[in-house]
């Protein structure tokens, strides 16, 4: 029967004669540990990030964009060709069922104004229903109402960038505000959304009525146009249905005959960024797979120092197998001491990779989340490559005839 308490004493005895050798075999390791949840880390992170920055745009989004206009022979792309109407915003909230809310957008940039401050930033003109299709609250007020709509109220809602370079610490409900000029009533100010994905920050803004903005602040080519129109369908798996929809009726409404291209365009926005969600995820394994590749070179790392144990020691495991150690008490001795430092590495390696990962975020800025799942993975990992790479050795020493491992010189 093995006698494991025993062979543990002599395998923990045979790795402290040899200290520095030990620390310097299980430096790999270490390293490999390390890197590896560092690097989860830095992916995890910016994946997180994005997922945050893809919910502050809104949820089962799709962007309808204008035409596209030819000059000179030349295609300008989509959005160049005004085709767009409230009438069109109106209908797809009516016609299409799989069409949560609608909102229309016809916005532009103006030097906003109060007091001695003074700032430029974009102005959407909407509608009520555009909160919630962006899924964006109010922090303090309340929004615009379609009586607003109606009667092209000069009412304005504040993101919180426009707050905080006009009014400070003043609180802007029902402060008078200039736009291009004219005075807008402040009457609510939008919760804080942070950055989108393409890096705009999205509290830099103001929301006006649509009607306000066509006919008071912008104007129009032509009777209730506008420049986009964002929809928000009822679930995700509706959005194919909705996209289908809002594609059928809008060449209905625009008279576009069955072999003519469409002057309009669906984007399905929550796509577009779960395609960049994914390949952040899978960044995030890449960087991960390369940093395993250390705690491979440390693997082999130790498969070398435990052979050169192995020849080292055959006097001692030769008077062992003729004190009566069976073949499974040497093997079992050299697996437990690459086991050992593997194990050891990996725990020196999780404080490192950890503390890496805090001051990576800190200097340069960098969103990083240590999941215990990597720390576990990383450990786990570190223990099966002990194991793995400390086998052959095992086997070798095992393998030895007692009397010729006893005249070994």
Known sequence: MINIPSTIKISFRALMVNKMRSALTMLGIIIGVGAVIAMLAVGTGASQKISEQIS???SNLLIILPGATTAGGVRMGAGTQPTLTMGDAEAIQKECPAVSDVGPVLNGIAQVVYGNQNWSTGVVGTTPSMLAVRDWPLAAGRPFTQQDVNSATKVCLLGQTVVDNLFGDTDPIGQIIRINKLPFTVIGVLARKGQSPMGQDQ??????PVTTAQKKLFGTAFAGMVRIIMVKAKSTEDLDRAEAQINELLRQRHHIGPKQENDFTVRNLTQMMQVAEE????????????????LLVGGIGIMNIMLVSVT???REIGIRMAIGAKTWDIRLQFIIEALTLSLAGGVVGVIIGVSG???LSMLAGWPTI???LSIL???SFSGLVGIFFGFYPAYKASLLN??????YE
């Open 56 to 58: 502050s745009i809104g």
């Open 203 to 208: 509290d830099d803004t103001i929301y006006i």
């Open 279 to 294: 390949s952040t995820k899978v960044m995030t394994l890449l960087l991960g797979a390369i940093a395993s590749v250390s």
């Open 312 to 314: 080292e020691r055959t």
């Open 357 to 359: 990962s805090k001051i």
């Open 370 to 372: 240590v999941s215990p």
């Open 377 to 379: 993975l990383s450990f």
């Open 402 to 407: 007692p009397i010729d491992a006893l005249r």
